[in-house]
């Protein structure tokens, strides 16, 4: 099964194995990049120019794989845990997630996509389960479903972005001192137009927010100092061929920038929760592997920082260039979250 990471800016694809030993392989990668306002605030503006990018993006990674797993930005999905008895049958379950659906889903069922799943016994009501519901617009999904038939593909998961970037992360997470248990890891995913965090600890997510900063200041910023067109700004940004005066006159400006904006989201946490801290922040996305950034963040905000790489630890197949993938990794979070979901579905 294939991961795919639809973005308003790109489109990601990963394809995983595993080995006879268990650990994960990178079978195939590739990305596209979109133009700006093929896709807004989560709605496909241009259907046929981005369904020929994902075309473009499975041609260019070589996959074979038909199956697909895909994923809505969190701001279209409704999510809820709620607490039922335990012991009812699946008919039984059904019925009382619809019922309880309705209260918190402002649109008929019947114009929504409805999905569940047990979390297991309620600490604090015995006899009782927690169940996870979340919902979304047919027309979202539907949407989804339709870009990836357009490219002779079967949806079979429509997944949450930020529980499939959860689930990437959690390998990395893992790594950390004790296995990361206790600690308070802040997972900031840098787009184009926004950046998302997530605060986590153990199982349990701490905190959400999105900040509207992201990478396409920085190709604004490049346009305006050196006269380069859009798309030429956003090459010279990728390839690192950028005028000698780059890294003073604008690089710099920008990281400082990005470490205030980090810096602000984290307060927002702190004066929402009862939590005073994080331990550990994990950047990823295609600004998280700036010259600086990371050395700038635990610097001024206390706190270890590092770019995450979701391919860390896997095995590289012969089909990807793995210098090319060490510096596009971070983009590929959300993407290998999704490949990831084949060995556990």
Same mark, same amino acid.
């Given at each position: 099964?294939?991961?795919?990471d639809?973005?308003?800016?790109?489109v990601?694809?990963?394809?995983?194995?595993?080995?006879? /030993?268990?650990? $994960?392989?990178?079978?195939?990668?590739?990305?596209?990049?979109?133009e700006?306002?093929w896709?807004?605030?989560?709605?496909?503006?241009?259907?046929?120019?981005?369904a020929?990018?994902?075309?473009?993006?499975?041609?260019?990674?070589g996959?074979?794989?038909?199956?697909?797993?895909?994923?809505l930005?969190?701001? &279209?999905v409704?999510?809820?845990?709620?607490?039922l008895?335990?012991?009812?049958?699946? &008919?039984e379950?059904?019925?009382q997630v619809?019922? *309880?659906?309705?209260? $918190?889903?402002?649109?008929?069922l019947? *114009?929504?996509?409805?999905?569940?799943?047990?979390?297991?016994?309620?600490?604090?009501?015995?006899?009782?389960?927690?169940?996870?519901?979340?919902?979304?617009r047919? *027309?979202?999904? !539907?949407?989804?479903?339709?870009l990836?038939?357009?490219? =002779?593909?079967k949806?079979?998961?429509?997944?949450?972005?930020? $529980?499939?970037?959860?689930l990437?992360?959690?390998?990395?997470?893992?790594d950390?001192?004790?296995r990361?248990?206790?600690?308070i890891v802040?997972?900031?995913?840098?787009?184009?137009? &926004?950046?998302?965090?997530?605060?986590?600890?153990? /199982?349990?997510?701490?905190y959400?927010r999105? !900040?509207?900063?992201?990478?396409?200041?920085?190709? !604004?910023?490049?346009v305006?100092? $050196?006269?380069?067109s859009?798309?030429?700004?956003?090459?010279?940004?990728?390839?690192?061929?950028?005028?000698?005066?780059?890294?003073?006159?604008?690089?710099k400006?920008?990281?400082?920038n990005?470490?205030?904006?980090?810096?602000?989201a984290l307060?927002?946490?702190?004066t929402? &929760?009862?939590?005073?801290?994080?331990?550990h922040?994990?950047?990823?996305?295609?600004?998280?592997?700036?010259? =600086?950034?990371?050395?700038?963040?635990?610097?001024q905000?206390?706190?270890?920082?590092?770019?995450?790489?979701?391919?860390?630890?896997?095995e590289?197949s012969?089909?990807?260039?793995a210098?090319?993938?060490?510096?596009?990794?971070?983009?590929y979070?959300?993407?290998?979250?999704?490949?990831?979901r084949?060995f556990?579905?």
């Open positions: 099964m294939l991961g795919l639809i973005s308003s800016s790109s990601k694809l990963v394809e995983l194995s595993q080995s006879k /030993e268990g650990r $994960y392989v990178l079978e195939r990668c590739a990305i596209e990049t979109l700006r306002g896709i807004a605030d989560g709605s496909i503006e241009n259907f046929d120019e981005v020929a990018a994902v075309r473009r993006v499975l041609k260019k990674s996959a074979k794989a038909k199956n697909v797993a895909l994923a930005p969190p701001s &279209t409704i999510t809820k845990k709620i607490v008895p335990s012991g009812l049958t699946d &008919t379950l059904e019925l619809e019922a *309880e659906a309705s209260q $918190y889903i402002p649109f008929p019947e *114009e929504v996509s409805l999905d569940f799943c047990e979390l297991g016994a309620d600490p604090n009501s015995a006899g009782d389960i927690n169940v996870l519901i979340a919902a979304s047919k *027309e979202k999904v !539907q949407d989804l479903q339709g990836a038939e357009s490219a =002779g593909l949806p079979v998961i429509v997944d949450v972005e930020s $529980y499939a970037a959860r990437a992360a959690r390998r990395l997470i893992d950390l001192p004790n990361g248990q206790g600690l802040a997972l900031f995913e840098m787009g184009a137009l &926004t950046t998302s965090m997530q605060v986590m600890r153990d /199982e349990d997510v701490l959400e999105d !900040q509207a900063f992201g990478g396409a200041q920085l190709t !604004q910023l490049i305006r100092q $050196y006269g380069f859009i798309d030429e700004a956003e090459n010279k940004k990728r390839s690192g061929e950028l005028p000698e005066d780059f890294d003073g006159i604008v690089l400006p920008f990281v400082d990005t470490v205030q904006e980090i810096g602000r307060q927002f946490f702190f929402s &929760t009862p939590h005073h801290r994080v331990d922040i994990f950047l990823a996305g295609g600004s998280a592997s700036l010259s =600086g950034l990371t050395q700038a963040v635990t610097q905000l206390s706190a270890s920082c590092e770019v995450i790489d979701p391919f860390k630890g896997m590289i012969t089909h990807v260039r210098n090319k993938i060490s510096r596009e990794a971070p983009s979070l959300t993407a290998c979250g999704l490949a990831m084949r556990l579905a």
